[in-house]
């Protein structure tokens, strides 16, 4: 059965970090991009990051630059999301998804179009204390 599993999810401490993960089943990871979005109570989904096919580049929404890091792992068809320096507003439910192509999250100009998805995993909570 294909599918994407997060896990990792767990309620930290404001300064605090913590590290989702994304595991692909049932297929391999080479060749997708994935991304990671976010849906905060009352709140549509957004973008945080994403990685390209093979780690040739990667998107980070400006919300999350310099405190989170997404690296890839695919002889363990695995991505990775670490979280440092968190804040109450990172508090949401966290989704991985990927679309298949080598040119997905590159160039100058990203856009996470969760509409391009086409693989969703089913969220983990991250909640934040103050």
């Known amino acids: 059965q294909v599918q994407l599993v997060e896990s990792g999810g767990d309620v930290v401490q404001s300064g605090g970090s913590l590290r989702l993960s994304c595991r692909a089943l049932g297929f391999p990871l080479d060749y997708y991009a994935v991304a990671w979005f976010r849906q905060a109570p009352g709140k549509e989904r957004e973008g945080v990051s994403c990685?390209?096919?093979?780690?040739?580049?990667?998107f980070y929404d400006e919300s999350v630059k310099g405190r989170f890091t997404t690296t890839r792992d695919d002889s363990e068809s695995t991505v990775f999301l670490q979280m440092d320096r968190v804040t109450p507003g990172d508090t949401a439910v966290y989704y991985c998804?990927?679309?298949?192509?080598?040119?997905?999250?590159?160039?100058?100009?990203?856009?996470?179009?969760?509409?391009?998805?086409?693989?969703w995993g089913q969220g983990t909570q991250v909640t934040v204390s103050s």
């Open positions: 998804a990927t679309v298949y192509g080598t040119s997905w999250c590159t160039g100058p100009n990203v856009v996470l179009d969760e509409a391009y998805f086409t693989l």
């Open positions: 990685i390209s096919s093979r780690d040739a580049a990667r």
